[in-house]
């Protein structure tokens, strides 16, 4: 089985600021890992994913983040964050061959003027 | 581009009413998801139907019943509700199962009270 450890709930940053928002996962067999966004009163949409390959994976809106197998770690990041970018974040694994996505429980960045 | 639409955005249901989630893709994907949103807990996988005809529980399925109807529409009932069924529940899809990583799009949501 999969599980996904978000380890902060709440990310307040100031606008232009870097951003990083943590992510680390647990299973016995390979992975493919995603980050979702949520805007307010929206569904979920994608912001990147990691399936194989380059450990380093680029995203919608500027967004990027770095999977590290020894540390079994997804962190999201962006170097310069705008109001627009006021959400809820979450990171998602599946393992290969599993049918299900394991949500963690979702971070919320919040971006002050 | 529709995507996936679910029906209806917002309802109050009493405990012990029943009530039933509809949803449709307009993408000609094969697999179908709901979940369910609550604070501080993710989402969490109800019921999924990798392909039409197929329906199988996800984490949290006591208390729901599903139907895939036709490879667009994909339903969830309340038989008989509580109010711990009070949440923000999605319903998604994908071109085919997750065991390829396929990307999962999400409806908007709909938000159930039960009082």
């Known amino acids: 089985a999969q599980s996904v450890t978000q380890l902060d709930s709440q990310v307040p940053v100031f606008e232009e600021a870097p951003v990083e928002l943590r992510c680390n996962y647990s299973?016995?067999?390979?992975?493919?890992l995603f980050w979702y966004v949520q805007y307010p009163n929206q569904g979920l949409q994608l912001l990147l994913k990691y399936l194989s390959g380059s450990t380093l994976v680029k995203g919608i809106n500027g967004f990027e983040a770095e999977f590290n197998k020894s540390q079994t770690s997804f962190h999201l990041r962006k170097p310069s964050v705008h109001i627009s970018d006021t959400a809820e974040y979450f990171c998602a694994v599946s393992g290969r061959g599993a049918q299900k996505l394991v949500f963690g429980q979702g971070t919320r960045l919040t971006i002050n003027p | 581009n529709a995507g996936v639409t679910q029906t209806p955005k917002f309802q109050v249901l009493k405990t012990g009413q029943s009530m039933t989630l509809q949803c449709a893709q307009d993408m000609n994907h094969n697999s179908m998801y709901w979940y369910r949103q609550d604070p501080g807990m993710g989402l969490r996988l109800i019921y999924y139907s990798a392909s039409e005809g197929t329906t199988d529980k996800g984490e949290v399925p006591n208390g729901y019943n599903v139907s895939r109807l036709n490879k667009r529409e994909f339903s969830l009932r309340l038989e008989s509700a509580a109010p711990s069924q009070t949440s923000v529940y999605f319903c998604?899809?994908?071109?085919?199962?997750?065991?390829?990583?396929?990307?999962?799009?999400f409806g908007e949501g709909s938000w159930l009270t039960v009082v």
């Open positions: 998604a899809s994908s071109e085919s199962g997750i065991t390829s990583g396929n990307t999962i799009y």
């Open positions: 299973s016995s067999v390979s992975v493919y």
